[in-house]
Structures are given as structure tokens and as C-alpha cells.
């Protein structure tokens, strides 16, 4: 029926943005790579949130029908480019603690997430607004985190203390996370 449909849909969807994902992450960066995905979730939040509310089991496939899809297809992308960034941003001394940390916070937003389908029954708008605000929320924090893609990581915290007022990202020649062979590439 039209929920197996829409299953099928996302998870194509899914698997279309992970697989290129992979092509977009070393070449683009975590960062605007994660960025990126927030703007195009956020984007799709909004127009769901605009536009007139329809029950999760739809009788048709709607506009509104592929902007949640192309929503949950980015989302899964946050979630697993979370992962990756997240391992690499904690210097190695605390790496396994901060990634305890992330997947901890993960957990809870799933935990949360079947209370969604309750909640969208009564007050669609709610959720959306919700969404939406977190979307903006996770990328207003996630523009002050350092870029990871090519660049040397911080083993201790104080590696991480010394760049603290410099940044990581590969465009910077003077920071100390840039190893020798990349300032002679570029």
C-alpha cells in the first residue's frame, strides 16, 4: 500500500544520498557537507511546515510527501556524517568519552522520535516548528566547529588548547594542524 510505498521511497532516498555523500565528504569537507544538509532539512521542514497539514498516511503522493522524504533522506545523512566529524573533532585522549557523548545524545532524539507520529495527528505545525528550530539551532552550533577534512587532528587537549584562538581549517597555512607536506602543496 501507500506505506510501503513511502518506505520504499525513503529508503531509496536514503541510499542515494549516502552513496554520494561519500564522493562530497573529502572532497566539499564535513563541515559544509554537514551545513549543507542542515540548509536542505531545514529547507524541506519549512515547506512541510507551510503548507497545509496532511495525515502521515497519505492516500497519494503529494509535494508535501516528497519534501518529508527528501527531509528524512538529509536527516539520516546528519546522522551518520555526526559520526564521522564527531570522532574526529575530540582529540585523541577523549575521542571514546565525546563519541560516548554524541551517541548518548543521538539515543535520546530517538527515543523521542516515535512521540512525533502522536503529536503530528493533533498539532502538525508543532512538530514542524520544532523541527525547525532545531535544524536552525544545529547549524548556527555546528558553524563554529572546526573543518576535519585533511587536516592533522589534535592527539591531546592541549594540541586542542594551542589552536584554540587559530583555526583548523586547511585554508589556514600558519595553523599547527597542517602538516608539513600539505604547506608545501599549496
Request: proline share 4%; charged share 10%; with cysteine.
Amino acid at each position: 500500500g501507500i506505506n510501503a510505498e513511502y518506505g520504499a521511497a525513503t529508503g531509496v532516498m536514503e541510499i542515494l544520498i549516502n552513496i554520494t555523500s561519500y564522493f562530497f565528504i573529502d572532497r566539499v569537507g564535513r563541515k559544509k557537507c554537514l551545513l549543507g544538509s542542515f540548509v536542505a532539512c531545514g529547507i524541506s521542514v519549512l515547506i512541510c511546515r507551510l503548507l497545509p497539514h496532511a495525515p502521515l498516511h497519505y492516500s497519494h503522493l503529494s509535494f508535501k510527501t516528497i519534501m518529508v522524504i527528501i527531509g528524512r533522506a538529509f536527516g539520516g545523512f546528519i546522522y551518520s556524517l555526526v559520526y564521522l566529524y564527531s570522532a574526529e573533532i575530540f582529540p585523541t585522549t577523549v575521542r571514546s568519552s565525546g563519541l560516548g557523548v554524541c551517541v548518548f545524545a543521538a539515543q535520546i532524539s530517538s527515543l523521542i522520535a516515535p512521540f512525533v507520529i502522536v503529536i503530528n495527528e493533533n498539532n502538525a505545525n508543532v512538530v514542524y516548528s520544532v523541527l525547525l528550530f532545531f535544524c536552525i539551532f544545529a547549524f548556527l552550533a555546528s558553524c563554529i566547529l572546526p573543518e576535519t577534512a585533511n587536516v592533522t587532528l589534535p592527539r591531546t587537549i592541549a594540541e586542542m588548547d594551542a589552536a584554540k584562538d587559530k583555526t583548523y581549517s586547511i585554508f589556514n597555512e600558519n595553523s599547527p594542524l597542517i602538516t608539513s607536506e600539505q604547506n608545501q602543496g599549496t
